[in-house]
């Protein structure tokens, strides 16, 4: 839990940088996209980033584990046929089968949240904060998770309150944020949509501003506590199987990346309103929830054989 929340803090700390820096540079803008500096800057910060990581990154052979070990590293001499059967092997893992549907709408709020949530509420220099906002706290949500997750006591446990956590954080945030949409301070109560968007501003609208980026807050400390607890359930259901947790996470990004991909098309139809894409986000979130149970019994090497 800790070390992947680590990784989560490090993850997103490019979120956080990114936001603020589209805040300061679109600080005056009035327009409904990012200014051209915007974009120049973002690339020079990647660039640098690339350029610089072979200097910063240590060498995989020079990894000492805390007890003194050196890390090995598995040289595969597998063609890639036998890769690719590796990988169609991984997907159909009753394992990844139990969890598709989690896998599934695991990206699919992103939508909702940065489209419509921030992208119809706010004007521009308040979405560049509350971007950052939302990846800051991903980076809190994803420590107190991860202690949480690394708490002395059964794995089963553990992966017990951590689903029911997740359940909660999801009804909380996207069902606050529905409220918003429908209730919201914009459009005096009537909330906001995609024939109606608002232009929020952190210093004009305050403190009416408050609730909607509170919201947008608890949208990405919810995200967090989604995703860190899949990968969790993925490191402790290969019980140390290097080659399984690959391709848990293979099969975890590629159904994820699905279902982005289907979330974003919904949206471009415009067939649905963001109120009815925000409902269709709330159902299946949860509705990925309910077969995670299954799995379980892998966290118990006893009963791991039953599956």
Sequence with gaps: GKLIALFWIIFNLGGVVGGFLQFVLNFHNEGQGANAVSYFAFICLMVLGAVSSPFLLAQPSSVVREDGTLVDFECSTNSPAEELRAALNGISDPFVWRNLLFYLASNWFYTYNFSGFNGHQFNMRTRGLNSALFWGAQMGAAWWFGRLLDARSSPVFRAQRGLFVVIASLTVSLGLALWDNYRGSCHPG??????????????????????????????????????????????????????????????????????????????????????????????????????????????????????
């Design 190 to 307: 009537r909330g906001w949509d995609k024939d109606m968007p608002c232009k929020l501003d952190v210093a004009m609208d305050f403190p009416m501003v408050g609730g909607p980026m509170v919201i947008n807050v608890l949208l990405g400390a919810s995200d967090a506590i989604y995703q860190n607890y899949a990968l969790w359930l993925m490191s402790m259901a290969a019980q140390g199987d290097a080659r399984k947790t690959v391709a848990y996470a293979a099969a975890y990004k590629g159904v994820q990346s699905l279902g982005a991909g289907c979330a974003w098309l919904i949206d471009l139809s415009g067939r649905f309103s963001y109120r009815e894409q925000g409902l269709i986000t709330l159902l299946l979130a949860l509705a990925g929830c309910f077969p995670v149970p299954q799995s379980f019994r892998l966290l118990d090497p006893k009963r791991a054989s039953e599956l």
